[in-house]
Every structure is written in C-alpha cells, then in structure tokens.
C-alpha cells in the first residue's frame, strides 16, 4: 500500500508542476515536482509522448539520419547542450554505438542503456515542438532531437512530416 500512495503522490506533484506550465521544460518540471521527466512525459495529454522500446533504437537512429539537419539537445543539471547537424549512421563496436561523420554531431552512445524512446509532440513556449527522446531506465532523456524551424520559426514540413510517420510507424510496432 505505501508503494501505492508514493506512487499517487508523484503522480499528484507532477500533474501540479504540469498545470503551473504546461509548455514548460520538462526537465524543468521535474525537479519542481521531484519526480523524473519520464513521470511528467507520462502524464501529457493522450497522444503528446508516444512511446516505443529502445529495442528500437536503431530503426529509429536510421530513419533519423535521413532528416537532414536537426537540432540534437543533451539536458542535464549541469548543462544544455545544442548541435545543429545530419545524424551519422553511427556503427556498433566495443559496447557503444559510435557516430562520426561530416557532421558535428559525434560521439559515442551506450545504447543499452536506452530502454525507451518517446516522440514527444506538445506546445513548448507557446509553439508546437516535435522532438524524439532517447530514455534511459533512471526515467531522464539521454538525449534530444528536435524537428528543426525555419526563418519564419515554423517547424520545417518535410521533418515534421518524416517525424509524424515514424511516430505512427512505431506507434503501431
């Protein structure tokens, strides 16, 4: 019972952190409310964070790398990291999958730990925002990517597009 009460009880800080600002950072009404970011993503409107296993990951990393460039964000206490650039295929090797390319984004990821990715589609700062969350078991984003804007700060259609069909793609995995 006292699991079930500490359940409900996060579950009531992160719906109050929520209704304080909808369009918020996520990360932000977490530490708010004390919960993860995987709890506030969980209580968004029907539809808003649409949910596949990270046994996914590569399908997902894939069709992503034919996006052109997107904005790839690392949120952490510390941190808000941003690059602009083309996801590289990325290989797997010595427990990581490793990008490179002619991109500047690179690295090296421990995909193992990725047990979920959500596409998350909700208002941020009073616009549309369409991003893929690579989620990890402690219920934090790994890491971000965003469908990028154009000059007119309007999602860019053919992204948006691409992101709505691997949405409904996994959604139906």
Do not use: Y
Request: glycine share 10%.
């Amino acid at each position: 019972m006292a699991m079930s009460t500490d359940s409900e009880e996060r579950a009531e800080r992160a719906r109050a952190a929520l209704a304080e600002k909808p369009d918020g950072v996520v990360e932000a009404m977490a530490a708010q409310a004390n919960v993860t970011p995987a709890e506030i993503l969980a209580i968004l409107p029907a539809g808003a964070a649409v949910l596949a296993p990270g046994e996914h990951f590569l399908t997902i990393w894939q069709d992503m790398t034919g996006w052109g460039d997107v904005l790839l964000i690392v949120n952490t206490d510390d941190i808000v990291l941003e690059v602009e650039g083309a996801l590289p295929h990325g290989s797997e090797g010595h427990g990581w999958f490793n990008i490179h390319g002619d991109s500047p984004i690179g690295g090296h990821i421990r995909k193992d730990r990725c047990v979920s990715i959500a596409f998350v589609d909700r208002g941020f700062h009073g616009r549309r925002s369409c991003s893929v969350w690579f989620m990890n078991a402690d219920g934090r984003a790994m890491f971000k990517v965003f469908v990028r804007r154009d000059e007119e700060r309007a999602l860019l259609a053919d992204q948006l597009q691409r992101f709505e069909a691997l949405r409904g793609k996994m959604a139906e995995a």
